[in-house]
Nanobody, 117 residues
Framework: QMQLVENGGGSVQTGGSLKLSCAVT????????LGWYRQAPGKEREFVAA??????????VYADSVRDRFTISRAHAENILYLQMTILKPADTAIYYC????????WGRGTQVTVSS
């Protein structure tokens, strides 16, 4: 059974940084992509970034709104997915969800990120 647990959310001021982590329990394959999504109050969940599964190669993709500010990465041996967020803006305020997309789709429960002006 796949399990995703996010950590690292919190409250920061504009221009600050946060690093989110997502511990993945379960086996992934190279048909899976690991990613982050977010959902702001009153809005639909939106894509943030994604990269290939653990130990796999392929493209890393970012949403235009976070490119050059956020960096997605993974620790292969530890099965942890990261999202380093810098130059944070109030518009980045949302619940951030870890995601595995492949033959099946899995979500974490989310972690709140709040950016104040």
């Amino acid at each position: 059974q796949m399990q995703l647990v996010e950590n690292g959310g919190g409250s920061v001021q504009t221009g600050g940084s946060l690093k989110l982590s997502c511990a993945v329990t379960g086996r992934t394959t190279c048909t899976d992509r690991l990613g982050w999504y977010r959902q702001a109050p009153g809005k639909e969940r939106e894509f943030v970034a994604a990269l290939p599964g653990f130990w796999c190669s392929g493209a890393t993709v970012y949403a235009d709104s976070v490119r050059d500010r956020f960096t997605i990465s993974r620790a292969h041996a530890e099965n942890i997915l990261y999202l380093q967020m810098t130059i944070l803006k109030p518009a980045d305020t949302a619940i951030y969800y870890c995601n595995i997309a492949g033959p099946s789709r899995y979500w974490g429960r989310g972690t709140q990120v709040t950016v104040s002006s």
